[in-house]
């Protein structure tokens, strides 16, 4: 099955589409099969910005022999405005500032890029990123919360001090704890304006934490909701990792059947530091590495690319490439599917609760 044959929905099709698509606020979703097979635009960009990290996570493969064959490199700025132009022309949505193996606040001057963002691309709507919040403190965060960020999710682990070392591998539990709950702090005095969201990556199981001061603390300024564990959906970064090197009691994700494409191929274009467009936002992986942005003017042509469309292709036709066959990141590309009645359903349910809710108040 080849990429780029022509859609050919039918009126009924077009109309549910353009229908979902308001529901979504997206009109890069995928409804059909057939929008699989003729790609218009991603549904969000990301840049990969650093990947030098700041911490020695025990379940990563940062710093590890295998996982990151790069020399460590520090942001190019040429190649993230350069995204953002191409993106911002071809209608813009959701960017992500988030390294893949590194750490964003190792940037030190993060808030005025992101300033600078916000201000040149009209059309850039949510900006995020990904921060174990170990160097949080450096940052004025009166300053940082109302730099235009939109989402920020905070990678950690909380259950104390001697877990934080051991699976952080560094010993900066009390700093972390402290840039948190600052963080979370300043962003009440701005009304939230930036939703916070705490991963939490620790031994099982969790009810300790769940009734100690801290967790309570968290979720008066969060909703439980916003606070998540990783709970035996481990990685092992091509085995690099082992079973004892990952937070007690915790397991690897079970591995699925591979026939269908991976929907990491199909979700977000993913720019890493140099520019290269690689088929994944999830491990680096030479064997996804594309053409680099740098070489095209337009999004569809960088998101369409010969090599991009041969990886999606050859897996359409069972050639599944080396590194994805023991990634447990994996998920069927079908699972981004838009459209199911019961699904389609709940949200309109949902969002007409949420309408009548806010004009109760
Ligand atoms: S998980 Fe994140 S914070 Fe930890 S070593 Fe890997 S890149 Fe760094
Ligand atoms: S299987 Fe893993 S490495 Fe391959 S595309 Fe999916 S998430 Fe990325």
Redesign the pocket.
């Known amino acids: 099955m080849m990429m780029n044959y022509q859609t050919n929905l039918n009126i009924f099709e077009k109309l549910y589409k353009k229908f979902l698509t308001i529901l979504y606020k997206n009109k890069n979703i995928y409804v059909y099969e057939k929008d699989f097979r003729n790609l218009s635009l991603p549904s969000s960009v990301g840049y990969e910005a650093i990947n030098i990290?700041n911490?020695?996570?025990s379940f990563?493969g940062?710093g590890k022999v295998g996982a990151d064959p790069r020399k460590k490199i520090k942001p190019n700025l040429e190649v993230l405005h350069h995204t953002l132009s191409v993106y911002n022309e071809s209608g813009g949505g959701s960017f992500t500032l988030s390294?893949i193996?590194?750490?964003i606040t190792a940037i030190p001057n993060l808030i005025e890029i992101l300033e600078d963002i916000r201000a040149r691309y009209k059309n850039i709507k949510g900006l995020s990123f990904y921060t174990?919040a170990i160097l949080l403190d450096r940052f004025d965060l009166q300053k940082l919360i109302n730099s235009g960020v939109s989402d920020i999710d905070l990678?950690t682990c909380l259950s104390g001090k001697e877990d934080y070392k051991r699976v952080?591998g560094v010993d900066k539990f009390d700093q972390v704890k402290n840039n948190i709950l600052n963080l979370l702090e300043v962003n009440k005095k701005n009304n939230n304006k930036v939703r916070i969201k705490l991963l939490l990556r620790q031994d099982k199981p969790f009810d300790n934490f769940l009734k100690s001061d801290l967790y309570n603390k968290i979720v008066s300024y969060i909703p439980k909701s916003d606070v998540e564990f990783l709970d035996n959906q481990w990685d092992d970064f091509k085995g690099i990792i082992k079973k004892e090197d990952l937070p007690r009691n915790q397991e690897f994700k079970k591995q699925m059947d591979k026939t269908k494409p991976c929907y990491a191929l199909f979700r977000k274009l993913e720019i890493l530091v140099d520019g290269t467009i690689q088929g994944c936002a999830c491990r680096v992986e030479p064997d996804l590495w594309t053409e680099n942005i740098k070489n095209f003017s337009n999004l569809k042509d960088a998101w369409n690319n010969k090599t991009y469309n041969k990886i999606r292709n050859e897996w359409f036709e069972g050639k599944i490439p080396k590194s994805c066959n023991t990634c447990s990141h994996y998920i069927p590309y079908s699972n981004l599917k838009k459209g199911h009645p019961k699904k389609v359903s709940k949200l309109i349910y949902k969002k007409v609760k949420n309408k009548l809710l806010s004009y109760m108040k």
């Open positions: 990290c911490a020695r996570c990563c940062y390294p193996l590194g750490e174990n990678s952080y």
